[in-house]
């Protein structure tokens, strides 16, 4: 298997602008987890799902993020309007089973520049 | 507030030696603790985990050991290599399906 895979692997926008970041995780994994890492806070749950289903966004900023599983091989988390402070490393996590401490399989990561 | 702490500072150890990181929290039960290994440019790669009824957790040259009345967690790399430079990871979970949370990573250098 390929292992969990994210697109693209850096972003540069402008303020204001829409962000789509993607994530494909591993055939069979039924849990997916979207992350951001900050050199100041380290590296924070936004939103997880179970069998496409969101089951805890309380990580999620702001109503300028949202994500979506439309399907059990693809997840989007959309920034819109994006801002500078959004500026981070987006991981996409995928494992198997519903409890969150099955061990998680993470992607290369999106850098995102918001200048 | 609850608080996860890794030591902020690298850690710098000669080859061959032992290292050993620590993870302390406060405000927590876990009933889990996981560590991850990142390298620069990718994402993290769990380790180990152990449970709260647990002591100690080994695989290879890895262990874990878990004290929740002094509220920390030591990771013990033995025979270090230049390869196990990375930033190591730390994680808790209060309940089984509750979300984890992770701590800020300690840096480690092994000297050749």
């Known amino acids: 298997d390929a292992g969990v895979i994210q697109s693209p692997r850096h972003e540069v926008t402008e303020m204001g602008q829409e962000v789509t970041l993607r994530c494909k995780p591993i055939?069979?994994?039924?849990?997916l987890f979207w992350y951001r890492q900050t050199m100041m806070r380290g590296l924070e749950l936004l939103i997880y799902?179970?069998?496409?289903?969101?089951?805890?966004d309380s990580g999620m900023p702001e109503d300028r993020f949202s994500a979506k599983m439309p399907n059990a091989s693809f997840s989007t988390l959309k920034i819109q309007p994006s801002e500078p402070r959004d500026s981070a490393v987006y991981f996409c996590?995928?494992?198997?089973?519903?409890?969150?401490?099955?061990?998680?399989?993470f992607g290369a990561g999106t850098r995102l520049s918001v200048l | 507030s609850q608080k996860i702490e890794q030591n902020s500072e690298a850690l710098n150890i000669q080859e061959g030696k032992t290292a050993t990181l620590t993870c302390n929290y406060t405000?927590?039960?876990?009933?889990?603790l996981q560590w991850y290994r990142q390298d620069p440019g990718r994402g993290p790669v769990f380790l180990l985990l152990?449970?709260?009824?647990?002591k100690e957790k080994r695989k290879e040259r890895l262990k874990v050991t878990f004290d929740t009345t002094l509220k920390q967690s030591l990771f013990h790399i033995t025979a270090s290599q230049p390869a196990d430079s990375a930033t190591y990871l730390c994680?808790?979970?209060?309940?089984?399906?509750?979300?984890?949370?992770f701590g800020k990573g300690t840096r480690l250098h092994i000297l050749p």
């Open positions: 996590a995928s494992s198997w089973g519903a409890l969150t401490w099955n061990i998680q399989y």
């Open positions: 055939s069979g994994h039924n849990s």
């Open positions: 405000n927590y039960s876990p009933a889990y």
């Open positions: 994680a808790l979970g209060v309940n089984r399906d509750d979300k984890i949370i």
């Open positions: 152990i449970r709260e009824n647990e």
């Open positions: 799902f179970n069998n496409n289903v969101p089951i805890d």
